[in-house]
């Protein structure tokens, strides 16, 4: 049964009730996520992973939170750093994995790879290898619920790096002429590829970013699960209300290098070792369980539970076949 207690944080207000169980259901995603990346960085190092591969370790509270926040019918779309977005939205940790290591069981049979996995069931429209493209394809989700009357809102997740494409603007500019139901996370985690976001960007609050066009926005502690969920809710009730787009800046960080070939020396170990022992998401979410009264066996069966998942990805992932030749030929356009 849930329990709820109220918490308070220290040098500020009170804060809602915590459920309990909502925060294990968000404790228990995270830490799939998190281990379905570490063991998709052992493939890559075992030469079963090719390509690049963007992990989503230490961000895990970002699309977590937002997650709780909405309901069926709401779309997602992001960049390439989203295996962990696949998994929250409810794909399936096998064909996720599959599609890593080029099967024909994963999500697009094996030709995708790690930036191109998409599921009409669970309303994730990718997955994209272009910096912010899929901003732009985000605003025309948003405009697909505006033309069908219905409440459902888009969500569009980038980084603080493609926070300044062009196309990131053309995108606010049209989502609030026309009041469009879209929510813009920029996932903020520091570096952009190896830079800085000091260095790269003359805004230094990204939240007010959708300010030219009155776009509202939010910063959000993006290593809080909760904290994520509550600005969420906020934005996505201001959408439905039919009063326009909203912009989240959610300060996260990335654990490890951009990508897998990106052994991060712009940054020091003690500040990446700072972040890991006094901000991680996993940690702060087990210690707010374990105040609530949440006992060892219950983290131990949760986490037998996601090791068990993740290695049946892992076999599943090595074990099913190649595609077909004749998939060369699928889901290809030819004028006849």
């Not at 937002?66 to 399936?92: C, N, P, W």
């Not at 939010?218 to 959408?239: F, N, W, Y």
Request: aromatic residues 8%; proline residues 3%.
């Amino acid at each position: 049964m849930a329990q709820a207690v109220e918490t308070r944080k220290r040098g500020k207000a009170k804060e809602p009730a915590v459920d309990q169980a909502e925060l294990l259901k968000a404790y228990r995603m995270m830490l799939l996520i998190r281990r379905f990346e570490e063991k998709a960085g052992q493939l890559y190092g075992m030469g079963l992973i090719g390509g690049f591969c963007h992990l989503y370790i230490g961000q895990e509270a970002v699309v977590v939170g937002v997650m709780l926040a909405t309901k069926e019918g709401d779309q997602f779309i992001t960049s390439y750093r989203d295996h962990g977005h696949m998994l929250a939205t409810g794909m399936d940790a096998r064909g996720v994995m599959a599609e890593l290591t080029g099967r024909a069981g994963g999500y697009s049979r094996g030709k995708g790879g790690s930036m191109h996995m998409f599921s009409r069931e669970r309303n994730f429209f990718g997955g994209h290898g272009i910096v912010g493209a899929q901003v732009s394809l985000g605003a025309g989700l948003a405009f697909s619920n505006r033309y069908r009357g219905n409440d459902h809102v888009s969500l569009t997740f980038f980084g603080e790096g493609a926070s300044n494409q062009g196309q990131v603007y053309e995108s606010f500019n049209l989502a609030s002429l026309m009041k469009l139901p879209a929510i813009f996370v920029i996932e903020n985690n520091k570096y952009g590829m190896g830079t800085s976001v000091d260095r790269a960007s003359a805004s230094h609050d990204l939240s007010k970013n959708g300010a030219p066009w009155g776009i509202p926005g939010v910063a959000m502690d993006g290593m809080d699960v909760l904290a994520v969920k509550a600005a969420t809710e906020q934005a996505i009730a201001h959408c439905r209300a039919g009063k326009g787009p909203y912009l989240l800046e959610a300060k996260t960080y990335r654990y490890r290098g951009h990508s897998m070939s990106d052994p991060a020396r712009y940054r020091t170990r003690e500040e990446v070792q700072a972040m890991r022992t006094q901000h991680d998401c996993i940690e702060s979410a087990r210690h707010q369980l374990e105040a609530l009264g949440v006992e060892d066996a219950e983290f131990r069966s949760i986490d037998d539970e996601v090791k068990a998942i993740i290695q049946d990805a892992a076999d599943f992932a090595q074990s099913s076949p190649e595609p077909e030749p004749a998939e060369l030929y699928t889901d290809v356009l030819r004028e006849v």
